[in-house]
């Protein structure tokens, strides 16, 4: 079983749309947790941070449960350049990463 | 400034050869982590550097992959007796400190290695 695994992609949804990803986490002693953003071809790039009472930046919501070992990544009102793949990353401290194979999400016009 | 680069941006490569790929962290960042992407998949962990710590080797394949830095600055990555197997993208990061929580990691452009 992968440590982190995430939803099969890909997602097509529509401009405007909402769209959730899911990812669950197998080591419970995780202490930190990522979600990144990957374009075709370039390199990763941190979208945010996710804390334990949940956060929110702009049109992007993440949230954790600790108990569930469950993350997920809510985007409201979808955009065209929203289009990338989606990597659910966790950290047990000590600065190594632990990646998703991520979520390819296209918004279609 | 300037964020990480990684040299070079392509690399192909015969089988059974040795290869040497090189990573310039953002200056001043203390930690320098090293990753391995293949097609369609996630980033694996491979070694990461924290100043004058021991390196944490635990994700390198293989003894074929060896890593150094100098100081706090450039590290080469060298795969010997290349397989095509080790056909990836190997990715570069670096941030200020290894271990604190939240830490943002910066990441290279990558180099693309095909060995044929």
């Known amino acids: 079983r992968k440590e982190v695994e995430q939803d099969p992609g890909p997602f097509n949804v529509p401009e405007g749309a909402t769209v959730a990803f899911n990812c669950t986490y197998s080591?419970?002693?995780?202490?930190?947790f990522f979600w990144y953003r990957q374009d075709c071809r370039k390199e990763p790039k941190l979208l945010m941070s996710v804390y334990s009472s949940g956060n929110e930046d702009g049109r992007f919501t993440a949230q954790l449960n600790r108990a569930s070992q469950y993350i997920s990544l809510l985007i409201r009102d979808s955009k065209l350049s929203d289009s990338a793949t989606y990597l659910c990353v966790v950290s047990k401290g000590g600065g190594k990463l632990i990646f998703g194979q991520g979520t390819e999400l296209s918004v279609k016009p | 400034g300037a964020g990480v680069s990684q040299s070079p941006s392509n690399k192909v490569t015969e089988k059974g050869k040795d290869v040497e790929l090189r990573c310039d962290p953002i200056s001043g960042h203390t930690a320098l982590y090293w990753y391995r992407q293949r097609l369609g998949q996630g980033l694996e962990f491979l070694i990461y550097?924290?100043?004058?710590?021991?390196?944490?080797k635990s994700g390198l394949p293989s003894d074929r992959f060896s890593a150094e830095r100098t100081g706090e600055s450039v590290s080469t990555l060298t795969i010997q007796r290349t397989q095509q197997e080790d056909s990836a993208v190997y990715l570069c990061a670096s941030s200020l400190l290894a271990g604190k929580l939240q830490e943002t990691q910066y990441f290279g452009p990558g180099t693309r290695l095909l060995v044929l």
């Open positions: 550097f924290q100043g004058n710590s021991a390196p944490d």
């Open positions: 080591n419970s002693a995780s202490q930190s």
